[in-house]
């Protein structure tokens, strides 16, 4: 089964910041990927969803992320955050179930 | 359209015990799968059914065990609480016909807590 790795525990920034996250995930294949956001006291929510096409895929709330094959890799990007960012950022990837990474805190300073 | 419905919310319970949880699914999806999660390990599958029956299983022992209805609705059984066991239950909703090239709609969660 796939395992997922994201770089960053806990991630400060100020507002209008600019924010990556990083997410490897361990072999090739056809890979399904995802980033989801839970948002304090909410449920997990799609940000964005990679399953074939345009490496670059934009997702809800200005996110984006971009898919390079050859690194195993799906970074999450905003040019600018705000502070109704603040959650928790997981990447994940599905072969027969959906495996997370450990999860990113990003915390959004006004 | 409703979301994925969990209850309850939260639960108390005694080392030993045990306790059912319950998932509605977004109307029309067939897939339930059930997730762990904790401040440690993360979120960790547990399995995912289909059509009633089982179709993946994640690595927990066999007192985590689960069913699905013919309405798609699904129950999780955790028999034999221990402590370790205290966490937050998710379950997800998809169509479930893909390989995984479809969206799963998390519910808000069973807040479990074992004293």
């Known amino acids: 089964a796939q395992s997922v790795s994201q770089h960053n525990h806990h991630v400060i920034l100020s507002e209008a910041a600019s924010l990556e996250l990083g997410c490897n995930y361990s072999y090739g294949g056809t890979v399904n990927l995802f980033w989801y956001v839970q948002y304090p006291g909410q449920h997990l929510q799609l940000l964005l969803k990679y399953f074939s096409g345009d490496p670059l895929v934009k997702g809800i709330k200005g996110f984006e992320a971009e898919f390079i094959k050859s690194k195993f890799s799906f970074n999450l990007r905003k040019p600018s955050v705000q502070w109704s960012d603040t959650a928790e950022y997981f990447c994940?990837?599905?072969?027969?179930?959906?495996?997370f990474g450990a999860g990113t805190t990003v915390t959004v300073r006004a | 359209k409703a979301g994925v419905t969990q209850t309850p919310r939260y639960l108390i319970k005694t080392r030993g015990q045990q306790v059912t949880l319950s998932c509605s699914p977004i109307?029309?999806?067939?897939?339930v799968s059930w997730y762990q999660q904790t401040p440690g390990q993360g979120l960790q599958f547990l399995f995912e059914?289909?059509?009633?029956?089982?179709?993946n299983k994640g690595n927990f022992p066999g007192r985590f065990s689960g069913r699905q209805f013919s309405n798609s609705r699904s129950e999780m059984n955790v028999s034999t609480l221990e402590l370790g066991d205290s966490a937050l239950y998710l379950c997800?909703?998809?169509?479930?016909?893909?390989?995984?090239?479809?969206?799963?709609?998390f519910g808000q969660g069973t807040r479990l807590t074992v004293v």
């Open positions: 994940a990837v599905h072969d027969y179930k959906l495996s």
């Open positions: 997800a909703s998809s169509s479930g016909q893909g390989a995984g090239n479809t969206e799963a709609f």
């Open positions: 109307s029309g999806h067939r897939s």
């Open positions: 059914y289909f059509s009633e029956t089982q179709r």
